[in-house]
């Protein structure tokens, strides 16, 4: 599938199947990671058959099931947007393989994640990911009017920031609170993306902004 099929098909996912993930798949996801660690500076590491990390009472209070994959991600402080826009970009590259996955940001036993932390750096978040049992549920959403703005007010919607905004909706956010705000600034092609209060809220911001991007496609805009 296209990233634009995958990011309208992709869910989270909490219970999964004991199952591995085949060896063609797990070269896949590694050359991904790779390549967006060179690319965003931060360090995507994959662990397989380590259920641990989903055990204790806060894996049971997410409602994990059979997690026994998943990816962390490690990098500088103050680095949680990027955290975002990259993770989701392998979030999006799992699901097109045939992967299922979740952000997960507290529900996991700390003391079992065997990630290597550099002085200076942080675990920022950990995606889970294997064959779900199911194929999660879509979540809700804010209505649009909540979630951007046109500068100019008199303004019509273009199209491609509709288009942008309506792929921004799919984008998953912690508790699914949708704590971001969009604007078409007045030239019409300046958007800016602002994080709202709440937890999570900039790296969320940064899952926004690479859908918004999906969603856009090759129309010619910039970040504010």
């Given at each position: 599938m296209n990233l634009q099929e995958a990011m309208r098909?992709?869910?989270?996912?909490?219970k999964y199947l004991p199952k591995p993930i085949e060896e063609e798949k797990v070269m896949l996801l590694k050359e991904e990671m790779?390549?967006?660690?060179?690319?965003?500076?931060?360090r995507f590491t994959l662990f397989l058959d380590e259920p641990e990390a989903f055990t204790g009472k806060l894996a049971h209070y997410g409602s994990f099931t059979d997690c026994r994959h998943y990816i962390t991600v490690v990098g500088a402080k103050g680095r949680e947007e990027d955290v975002g826009y990259?993770?989701?970009k392998l979030v999006l590259f799992a699901q097109q393989i045939g992967l299922h996955t979740c952000w997960v940001a507290l529900t996991y036993n700390h003391r079992k994640i065997k990630a290597e932390i550099p002085q200076g750096e942080k675990l920022h978040i950990?995606?889970?990911?294997?064959?779900?049992?199911?194929?999660?549920?879509?979540?809700?959403?804010?209505p649009m009017e909540k979630l951007c703005r046109m500068e100019d007010s008199g303004m019509p919607m273009p199209p491609w920031f509709q288009d942008g905004v309506e792929a921004s909706m799919t984008a998953p956010t912690a508790m699914n609170q949708q704590?971001?705000?969009?604007?078409?600034?007045?030239?019409?092609?300046?958007?800016?993306?602002?994080?709202?209060?709440?937890?999570?809220a900039a790296m969320d911001l940064g899952i926004v902004k690479y859908h918004f991007e999906i969603g856009v496609g090759d129309h010619p805009f910039h970040w504010a």
């Open positions: 098909v992709r869910h989270s996912v909490r790779a390549r967006l660690s060179a690319e965003s500076g931060l990259y993770g989701e950990l995606i889970s990911i294997g064959y779900g049992a199911n194929r999660g549920l879509p979540h809700k959403n804010k704590k971001f705000l969009l604007t078409l600034m007045r030239d019409g092609v300046t958007v800016k993306a602002k994080a709202l209060m709440g937890p999570y």
